[in-house]
Each structure stands twice: as C-alpha cells, then as structure tokens.
C-alpha cells in the first residue's frame, strides 16, 4: 500500500494568514493526489483533484501542487469558514489511501 | 443536484453483518464509480471500495475477505456487507460518487451513518 503522510498534524492560524499544508507519498503518485475538508460532524467535501485542479464552486483562495511524492495545499487568505481538518488521497493505485489530516483551528 | 443517502441498522453485534444501502438521486449512476469510504469515531478517513454501474468492483484488499458489494441500477442504489463484523469496524460509514477525469476523486459524498459494533 502507498502510504500517505501530512504535515502538520494541525496548526493555529489567523484570519487572512497563508496556510499552507504538505502531504507525501511513500511512492511516487505522479500527479494523482486530492485534497478533502472536512468539518465536524460533516461529510468530507472535494477542493483540488490532480494534484492542482480546482473543484467547480471551491474558492479561488485553494491551490494545489506537486507531483511525484510531495504535494502542497495552500490556501492564500485563510477564511472564518476554512477552520476544519484538510486529508490528501492518492488516487494512483488500490487501495486509494487517505493522508492522516491536518487539523486547522484558530489561534 | 447528486444527491447520496445511506441507510442500514446503527447497531450490528460482533460476528455478524453490516449492511448499508446508499441511494442516488438527482443525477445518472451510470459512467461514475460508486464508493464507501468509512472513519472510526475521532480517526482518519478510509477508502473501503467503489463498483461501477455494469458491477465492476475493486475493493481495499485489508478488507476483501470480508466485503461485498453490488449495484442495483434500475433502482439507483449501490450496497455493502461486510461480514464478521468486530468493535474494529465501528465507524461513520460514507458512500460517495468517484469519477476517473485526470485520476480518481470522490465528489459527492453521503452525509455519513454511524455504525456501532456492539452486543
């Protein structure tokens, strides 16, 4: 199995601060990595497929990169609404294995 | 709007069988791959399975001894059973829709149900 790790396992941030978040693969994925949010209590919900490409509907504030085993989700301008926990998922092969989360809360 | 519902018992005894049914609605089930994905209270996500619409399955192979799964197209669902259960499997358990566009991603999920592994 591909296993995923992310770092950190979560972070304290402010409102309007740069928050980036690494997830790695333990083989290369090429560009076959997602990212989720998920909040309390709510299923998880899609934000970038292919390591960059933006989910239709999820703010302009989310980016993705990456390719190989190291993959970045940075969101420019951190939100009241973006304080939640954010998993990668390599979708190269089976079984298609989550990353641990990274839990943001507010500082 | 693609909607996903599960439905299934909240509460399984240990050696027994968990089965949930997940319903769609507002879109085609056919062309997408339909998966369960589960979390343990306070844990991390894990994939368990997708099928497509003709019955083609791939399944996470800690749990394939145990697990099935099945479409049912005329009726818009897609099921799971896994069998002999124990407290490990305990968990909010997702169905969501997975499309393979540039990779596979999950991009409508169920709102989840819990179920307790207990006698």
């Known amino acids: 199995d591909i296993q995923m790790t992310q770092s950190p396992s979560s972070l304290s941030a402010s409102v309007g601060d740069r928050v980036t978040i690494t997830c790695r693969a333990s083989q290369s994925i090429s560009n076959y990595l997602n990212w989720y949010q998920q909040k309390p209590g709510k299923a998880p919900k899609l934000l970038i497929y292919a390591a960059s490409s933006l989910q239709s509907g999820v703010p302009s504030r989310f980016s993705g990169s990456g390719s190989g085993t190291d993959f970045t989700l940075t969101i420019s301008s951190l939100q009241p609404e973006d304080f939640a926990t954010y998993y990668c998922?390599?979708?190269?092969?089976?079984?298609?294995?989550f990353g641990p989360g990274t839990k943001v809360d507010t500082k | 709007q693609v909607q996903l519902q599960e439905s299934g018992p909240g509460l399984v005894k240990p050696s027994e069988t968990l089965s949930l049914t997940c319903t769609v609605s507002g879109g085609s089930i056919s062309s997408y791959y339909w998966s369960w994905i589960r979390q343990p209270p306070g844990k991390g996500l894990e994939w368990i399975a997708f099928i497509n619409d003709d019955g083609g399955a791939n399944y996470n192979p800690s749990l394939k001894s145990r697990l099935t799964i099945s479409v049912d197209t005329s009726k818009s669902q897609f099921s799971l059973k896994l069998t002999s259960v124990t407290a490990a499997d305990t968990a909010v358990y997702y169905c969501?829709?997975?499309?393979?566009?540039?990779?596979?991603?999950?991009?409508?999920w169920g709102q989840g149900t819990l179920v307790t592994v207990s006698s």
């Open positions: 969501a829709r997975g499309s393979f566009s540039s990779g596979f991603y999950l991009d409508y």
């Open positions: 998922q390599q979708s190269y092969n089976t079984p298609r294995t």
